[in-house]
């Protein structure tokens, strides 16, 4: 019997509205604080709507959109270790700096790895013959 309350307590919902409201914060946060986040949301938004304009196949449009939540994914990455780091010290220190390097070369990885996804999906339709 007690092994039954154990599953109970981990599926159970309590506070998952909470966490609902507090991860949107974190979007919210980064769209309103952070100059790349709107960039790269603006430019998501985009690219999807460019791919409903091109009538791209379901498999092109999951791609496009798994595409585009990477690069998401990356800059809120990116954006947490950069206030993680900040938070702790101010001090210059050339592992925190690379640390700050490493987690920007991650968004421009995935941004490259975007663009190229992009221009498969896209050339055929903007370069018709």
């Given at each position: 019997?007690?092994?039954?309350?154990?599953?109970?307590?981990?599926?159970?919902?309590?506070?998952?509205?909470?966490?609902?409201?507090?991860?949107?914060?974190?979007?919210?946060?980064?769209?309103?604080?952070?100059?790349?986040?709107?960039?790269?949301?603006?430019?998501?938004?985009?690219?999807?709507?460019?791919g409903?304009?091109?009538?791209?196949?379901?498999?092109?449009?999951?791609?496009?959109?798994?595409?585009?939540?990477?690069?998401?994914?990356?800059?809120?990455?990116?954006?947490?270790?950069?206030?993680?780091?900040?938070?702790?010290?101010r001090?210059?220190?050339?592992?925190?700096?690379?640390?700050?390097?490493?987690?920007?070369?991650?968004?421009?990885?995935?941004?490259?790895?975007?663009?190229?996804?992009?221009?498969?999906l896209?050339?055929?339709?903007?370069?018709?013959?």
């Amino acid at each position: 019997m007690r092994r039954f309350k154990v599953f109970r307590r981990i599926f159970h919902f309590h506070g998952f509205l909470e966490s609902l409201t507090l991860a949107l914060n974190g979007i919210v946060y980064l769209f309103l604080y952070h100059r790349n986040m709107r960039i790269i949301f603006l430019t998501g938004i985009a690219a999807f709507l460019l791919g409903i304009y091109f009538r791209l196949k379901g498999i092109e449009l999951i791609t496009l959109c798994l595409t585009i939540t990477v690069v998401f994914m990356a800059e809120m990455f990116n954006t947490a270790i950069e206030l993680l780091i900040d938070m702790t010290t101010r001090k210059y220190h050339t592992l925190i700096k690379l640390v700050k390097d490493i987690a920007a070369a991650v968004v421009l990885l995935a941004s490259l790895n975007a663009v190229a996804v992009g221009i498969i999906l896209f050339s055929k339709h903007i370069f018709k013959k």
